[in-house]
């Protein structure tokens, strides 16, 4: 008497998934005569609600985890200062480990330093956006293969009086990088971040070239991602390198790298004769 045409288990399964998804096909209903059943369906209706939401919840939380293809975004551990194109740059390595690509991949840097205004008011995590150059140009980024990110160190710069004096665990200097995109296989915005203290960056060093051209094919060496080799560089600051160009003089060349030519084969030229 509590549910009509309800004859065997079938018949008692059949009707339970009817009212776990809301179909009726108007054969099997309550009734009125049970109040424990009644209670039954309401219990019923709520714990499948339940299942329901934890299950799309899982599901949202699996495909939302930007973080872990943020885990495949690396950064070289440490930043260098070095010459390039006659001035002092801040350069940092950055690469992605996946072959899946970062869509509108943009990177941005700021400097966290202790400052004091000149009405004397001392802020103690002063964030200062510092003007990044790539070799793509802008803050856009193209993460096919690990790129050289550099700072040029100028008069509109914060490092403009850094020299490797100040490069040691007291001096109070933070700088922070942070990369962010949007997945492809998701669409979802992912972001990455690193930071690197004074005594992080290494003084008159460059980073070793890591991408090699063999058999027409290009390959990286992620074992030398962060790996850095001496260069000549002024033991100045960016203003004293600028105010005497004399120190440029003084300075030794190091011998430009070499760069492999292709070996292009030439096709045989045929004339076709009107015989």
């Keep these: 008497p509590c549910v009509t045409s309800i004859h065997s288990f079938t018949s008692a399964f059949l009707f339970s998934i009817e009212v776990q998804v809301t179909i009726g096909f108007g054969g099997r209903m309550v009734t009125e005569e049970c109040p424990a059943a009644i209670l039954v369906l309401i219990v019923q209706n709520i714990v499948g609600l339940v299942i329901n939401a934890i299950m799309l919840g899982c599901i949202f939380m699996k495909t939302s985890q930007a973080h872990r293809r943020a885990e495949t975004l ?9 010459l390039r194109e006659g001035k002092l740059c801040f350069m940092l390595r950055v690469g992605d480990l996946r072959k899946s690509m970062i869509i509108s991949a943009t990177i941005r840097m700021q400097v966290v330093k202790k400052t004091a205004s000149l009405e004397g008011e001392v802020v103690p995590l002063n ?17 096919v293969s690990p790129l050289i990110i550099y700072h040029v160190i100028d008069k509109n710069s914060p490092l403009y009086d850094i020299s490797p004096v100040n490069l040691h665990h007291h001096e109070d200097l933070e700088i922070i990088v942070i990369l962010e995109g949007v997945v492809e296989t998701t669409g979802i915005t992912t972001q990455a971040r690193t930071s690197y203290l004074a005594d992080e960056i290494l003084w008159g060093q460059r980073f070793v070239p890591i991408v090699a051209e063999e058999d027409g094919r290009y390959s990286v060496d992620y074992s030398k991602f962060g790996n850095t080799v001496k260069v000549p560089t002024p033991s100045c600051t960016a203003r004293q390198l600028e105010e005497d160009k004399s120190i440029m003089d003084t300075m030794p060349l ?16 045929f004339t076709i004769s009107d015989e």
């Design 74 to 82: 690396i950064f070289s551990k440490h930043a260098v200062i070095a």
């Design 127 to 143: 964030q200062i956006d510092i003007q990044m150059e790539n070799p793509v140009g802008g803050n856009s980024i193209f993460l």
């Design 254 to 269: 190091s011998p430009k790298g070499t760069i492999r030519k292709r070996s292009v084969k030439l096709k045989p030229k």
